[in-house]
Structure formats: structure tokens, C-alpha cells
């Protein structure tokens, strides 16, 4: 048995990988799209932009001063809240 491929199977193998993985992002960037647009027409795009901003600002101070910022998912508080507020408010306003 011999487990050797020839160069055509090799190419055939990445062009398959490489189009999975374009695949992949490609429906990512539809949902992220997707996402914006529904938090736009709800008006809950402005006060999500303002609590992520705070959250990367903070990491990015703490950084700039040598604090440990290794607590697990920092950001992650600040997305539920949002999600939290988007969702209690019945999504639409």
C-alpha cells in the first residue's frame, strides 16, 4: 500500500481547502453584515459602538500601563450587556 500522492492530488486537495475556507469567511461576512444592519434599523447600533469602545479603551490604557490584562474574555461582559439591553428591549424601538 502506498500512501505517496502525486502532484495533481496534492493541488486538488489545497484548491479544495483553500475554497472551504473562503466559504467560511464569506459567510461570516454576510452574518456580521447582517447583524449591522438589524442593529441599525433598531438604533441599537450607537449605544453597542459606545460600550465596545469604552471596553477596547480601557484595555488599550491598560496596556499602555504595564497592568495585567490577562482576566478571561474582557470584552465578553460588555457584548452580553449589550445583548442583554438589545433583548430586554424587544429588539426594535
Same mark, same amino acid.
Given at each position: 500500500?502506498?500512501?505517496?500522492?502525486? #502532484?495533481?492530488?496534492?493541488?486538488?486537495? #489545497? +484548491?479544495? =481547502?483553500?475554497?472551504?475556507?473562503?466559504? $467560511?469567511?464569506?459567510? #461570516?461576512?454576510?452574518? $456580521?453584515?447582517?447583524?449591522?444592519?438589524? +442593529?441599525?434599523?433598531?438604533?441599537?447600533?450607537? $449605544?453597542?459602538?459606545?460600550?465596545?469602545?469604552?471596553?477596547?479603551?480601557?484595555?488599550?490604557? $491598560?496596556?499602555?500601563?504595564?497592568?495585567?490584562?490577562? =482576566?478571561?474574555?474582557?470584552?465578553?461582559?460588555?457584548?452580553?450587556?449589550? #445583548?442583554?439591553?438589545?433583548?430586554?428591549?424587544?429588539?426594535?424601538?
Amino acid at each position: 500500500m502506498s500512501l505517496a500522492l502525486d #502532484l495533481d492530488t496534492v493541488m486538488t486537495i #489545497l +484548491l479544495i =481547502r483553500f475554497a472551504l475556507i473562503v466559504a $467560511a469567511v464569506s459567510v #461570516l461576512v454576510i452574518i $456580521a453584515f447582517t447583524i449591522l444592519i438589524v +442593529l441599525k434599523r433598531s438604533g441599537q447600533l450607537g $449605544a453597542i459602538r459606545r460600550r465596545v469602545e469604552t471596553v477596547v479603551r480601557n484595555q488599550l490604557r $491598560a496596556r499602555a500601563a504595564g497592568l495585567p490584562t490577562d =482576566r478571561p474574555n474582557p470584552g465578553r461582559r460588555g457584548v452580553l450587556s449589550a #445583548l442583554d439591553r438589545i433583548t430586554k428591549g424587544g429588539g426594535r424601538t
